[in-house]
């Protein structure tokens, strides 16, 4: 039966171009989880996009004397160059600044409202006496409370993960002051509205501690913050959450409600709502192209309804729930949220709450939040301000992206902080790309070409060293895609390469390149094992190398094209247009499963899969770190 898998990796603030933290954490996982569940033949929806809300935005904005949507406009058709180029197959990259997303987050809003889990009340909140302004999360700096980390945000400590109000910072200070100034902090009253969580803190602790399958720190995250000092009967963790702020960028209150023009929907609350707002707006693209998603479009026929409606199809569980139908396995979708781990409050209990809400139980939450650590660069953290950061638009100008796929899967950061350093990605590149699974395949390859009439040797009767190669190849499709499929990326792709020594070994052995001077049926049939390896190896590695292993399924003689397509698209809608990226998968005959390469079967050219690199970029690259652009 075929499974409905919705993944999706968390959206970034687009204040600035994107590093390879960004990648390592959310982009890259999701995409080789979603490019297997494609190959075995799920059905998948893959959407995110550019959070170009809030006050990242509205902060760089205003240090560049720009609107924030100039802003956000500039840095997100920056990241989706990058996305494309990199290989990130989502189905659609929006962004949040569209008709489409405010109207559904005023929907959510609105509904919440009316049912009684959103409620008006007058707080404090810090006010900026120089600037004559409110200052909201992170227009306020300070020292944690919980950890005293020295730069804590006013929304959230980005060092211990905790929630923050800026009320609570230890000697706040004024991001609006310029360098040298002291701005005078006052508290004073403000109306806000309020997202009253602890209506939910019961279902949704009935509902985290049933995610067994989660990662131990995800769930033990989730349990401590939603226990709080009560028990499990009686849980006391949840507090009401203000969720707009005094801004005139986001996403405006409703009219519904009142009128409230100095005041904006808290980007926390429409960012997740992103999630299902893209859906919607990836149906469009559906309804446009049929061709993109040929289940849709069957689904569309049998249920007879229009395609633009095809978002339900992930958006949709059987029945209602008290704690949502579809939540850890319970109903016939999946949902994956790819998080850092300073992202894991949002996405097990903020947005899970908003559905619970919105959705009545009809609405499937997360099954799984495989957040990851994070990922520093040559033992530092990344900094945009420290300009200590590898900017991934300037790495694929300069690289290729598999290398970096590569690295990024080696050394994801999914259970620890990982560091990023220049030297390691070139010896890792020359000593595992090109020097173990590139020979193995580009030697194989060429001599089967230039020795037996540039195609697959026939095999002569296989022995018992060629069947157990074969049959640990073909063995390694499950493992690789267990691997993946539980979200531990990192054990799937090193033994993939565990499989690529050894097949090395295994031409080592037999040699055939001498072995075809006395006896030409043992070569041939040495080369026709190696290939079948690789054929196999091809596959496993696909969903973390989808560039070579294109390429490869090409040399190897196959039709059609492995790696899809990226589209860039313009959506007009009423009274704006906006660009996105789209994704159109492969349309070679691929699938999760053995070589099927036959002896006799005519092979493509043979190249070279990666360059080898010189050690002289290692100085070359961390020279320019600590530099600006």
């Not at 054990?491 to 072995?515: C, M, S």
Request: net charge negative; with cysteine; hydrophobic share 40%.
């Amino acid at each position: 039966m075929t499974d409905k898998i919705f993944a999706a990796p968390a959206w970034p603030y687009v204040n600035g171009p994107l590093h390879l933290g960004h990648f390592a954490g959310t982009f890259v996982p999701c995409d080789i989880f979603i490019r297997y569940q494609r190959l075995v033949g799920n059905a998948v929806l893959a959407v995110t996009g550019s959070d170009t809300h809030g006050t990242p935005v509205t902060v760089t904005a205003e240090e560049e004397g720009r609107t924030p949507r100039e802003v956000a406009e500039e840095y997100h058709a920056l990241v989706i160059q990058s996305l494309a180029r990199l290989g990130i197959s989502l189905d659609l990259y929006t962004h949040t600044d569209t008709e489409n997303h405010y109207r559904i987050t005023q929907d959510f809003f609105l509904k919440l409202y009316r049912d009684g889990y959103i409620f008006k009340q007058s707080d404090p909140q810090l006010y900026d006496v120089d600037a004559a302004r409110f200052l909201p999360d992170r227009y306020v700096e300070g020292e944690c409370p919980i950890c005293h980390y020295p730069r804590a945000r006013g929304d959230q400590c980005e060092n211990c993960g905790n929630l923050l109000d800026p009320l609570q910072l230890i000697n706040p200070r004024s991001r609006l002051a310029k360098a040298g100034e002291t701005h005078t902090l006052k508290v004073r009253e403000t109306e806000h509205f309020y997202f009253d969580l602890p209506q939910f803190n019961k279902p949704l602790l009935d509902w985290a501690k049933r995610q067994t399958h989660w990662k131990p720190n995800v769930l033990s995250f989730t349990l401590n913050y939603l226990r709080g000092d009560g028990t499990d009967e009686n849980p006391t963790g949840l507090k009401p959450r203000a969720i707009t702020r005094d801004l005139d960028w986001g996403v405006p209150i409703p009219p519904e409600i009142g009128d409230y023009p100095n005041k904006r929907i808290y980007v926390w609350f429409d960012a997740v709502i992103g999630y299902y707002s893209a859906s919607v707006e990836w149906s469009q693209v559906v309804a446009q192209n049929a061709y993109l998603d040929a289940d849709a479009r069957r689904l569309a026929r049998s249920h007879d309804f229009d395609l633009s409606d095809a978002w339900k199809k992930w958006w949709t569980v059987p029945s209602p729930s008290p704690v949502g139908r579809g939540a850890g396995g319970e109903g016939d979708v999946r949902g994956y949220q790819f998080i850092g781990k300073d992202n894991i409050v949002f996405h097990t209990v903020i947005w899970p709450a908003m559905l619970l809400g919105y959705g009545d139980g009809k609405l499937p939450l997360p099954y799984d939040v495989p957040a990851q650590e994070f990922l520093n660069l040559e033992g530092r953290k990344f900094s945009k301000s420290a300009h200590w950061a590898v900017w991934v638009h300037e790495f694929l100008a300069a690289y290729d992206p598999d290398p970096l796929r590569y690295l990024l899967s080696v050394n994801m950061p999914e259970f620890a902080d990982t560091d990023f350093k220049w030297s390691e990605f070139v010896r890792r590149n020359n000593d595992e790309l090109v020097a173990t699974w590139g020979n193995l395949a580009n030697r194989a390859l060429t001599f089967a070409y230039k020795n037996f009439d540039q195609r697959v040797p026939v095999p002569a009767a296989l022995n018992d060293a060629d069947k157990a190669l074969i049959e640990k190849s073909e063995k390694a499709l499950h493992v690789v895609g267990d691997a993946i499929n539980a979200c531990r990326f990192r054990d799937g792709i090193q033994h993939a390469f565990e499989v690529a020594r050894e097949a090395n070994f295994y031409l080592n052995q037999t040699e055939p390149w001498k072995t075809i001077k006395v006896d030409r049926a043992r070569a041939g049939t040495s080369l026709y094992v190696a290939l079948r390896v690789i054929d196999n190896l091809k596959t496993a590695l696909y969903p973390y190398l989808p560039h070579s292993s294109a390429d490869l399924h090409r040399q190897l003689g196959y039709a059609g094209d492995l790696a899809g397509t990226f589209e860039f698209r313009r959506f007009e809608e009423e009274t704006r247009s906006h660009e996105a990226l789209t994704y159109i998968a492969p349309t070679a005959n691929a699938r999760w499963a053995p070589s099927v390469l036959q002896g006799g079967e005519l092979l493509g050219e043979p190249k070279a899969l990666f360059k080898k690199l010189d050690e002289s970029i290692v100085e070359l690259e961390t020279a320019k770190l600590g530099k600006p652009l």
